[in-house]
């Protein structure tokens, strides 16, 4: 039988109580999003991926586990072999036998190939989601991807967080 | 767009366009080596950027986990896992550090921090 999601605010709320740590500053947007249409089909897109799994490839710098707010750019032609996560709040077994389950860089490869979406840009751009800062995430990390997606000339941002 | 499998997480932090897929977390896009599924989640959450005319918008995937939902309860009751925190890199292999302290890649690499200040905005192998 189906069952309601998962209340993790809740869920994870009521363990920091209990194991005593401050209460987490979960971060409640309540301004209207910004907002752009879509201006163009699909199929003519170029598609940037973000993901906050802790990605990196073979001989890139590991994420560390201290708010890391450094970004990797893995060029979107890697090898999937090379593909490796480095994370130290979710549960990787399934991530390091497939990355596609966090960093759907084969999922997306593939629409290309079948003229779904447009292409992909140059990169593919990470990050290590577990940075106990949202300021530090707005004004550094953000700022830094936004820097690099219009650089690369993406159309649309797909966002992949663990 | 923002695909999340946290769905109150998601409405709070309010993204202009998002997915939700009802899978464990560390699953956004889908289940391991399952090209099929992976290829459905990515469809439909594409898809959406054509559908929604809403900011805030949220669109609920069909996808199931599995018929048995017992995961949903599984971390519950559960200490802390998360690992110490530290500034060591978390190498998957002994290889990859071997690979990293070469530096080949040090700029791909970026340093977040001082990116507004232009000034060392590369990084480089430990």
């Given at each position: ?162 | ?20 897929n009802d899978f464990p977390l560390g699953h956004t896009a889908g289940k391991p080596l399952d090209r099929k599924l992976q290829r459905e989640i990515m469809i439909e959450t594409l898809s959406a950027f054509a559908t929604m005319h809403t900011p805030g918008s949220i669109k609920l995937l069909p996808f199931e986990w599995s018929a048995d939902h017992s995961w949903k309860h599984a971390g519950a009751g559960a200490g802390d896992n998360r690992t110490e925190r530290t500034e060591v890199p978390m190498y998957q292999t002994e290889d990859d550090k071997a ?28």
């Open positions: 039988m189906a069952e309601p999601p998962v209340e993790y605010i809740k869920s994870i709320t009521r363990q920091y109580a209990k194991l005593g740590y401050k209460p987490y500053a979960w971060v409640y947007n309540t301004d209207a999003p910004p907002w752009q249409p879509l201006r163009k089909p699909l199929a003519q897109c170029r598609v940037a991926l973000i993901a906050s799994g802790g990605i990196y490839r073979h001989g890139q710098t590991a994420f560390h586990s201290k708010d890391d707010t450094s970004l990797r750019l893995i060029p979107t032609d890697v090898r999937t072999e090379d593909l490796r996560t480095s994370h130290f709040a979710y549960d990787q077994t399934d991530a390091r036998k497939d990355p596609n389950v966090v960093f759907p860089i084969d999922t997306l490869r593939g629409l290309v190939r079948e003229g779904f979406i447009g292409g992909l840009t140059e990169h593919a751009f990470t990050f290590m989601g577990g940075i106990y800062s949202s300021r530090r995430v707005r004004e550094d990390v953000a700022p830094a991807i936004t820097e690099r997606l219009k650089a690369e000339r993406a159309d649309l941002a797909l966002l992949v967080p663990v | 767009m923002t695909m999340s499998s946290a769905l109150d997480i998601t409405r709070a932090v309010n993204p202009p366009r998002a997915i939700f690979a990293a302290l070469e530096g080949k890649l040090a700029e791909e690499c970026i340093v977040c921090s001082n990116w507004s200040a232009g000034a060392g905005e590369r990084g480089s192998a430990p």
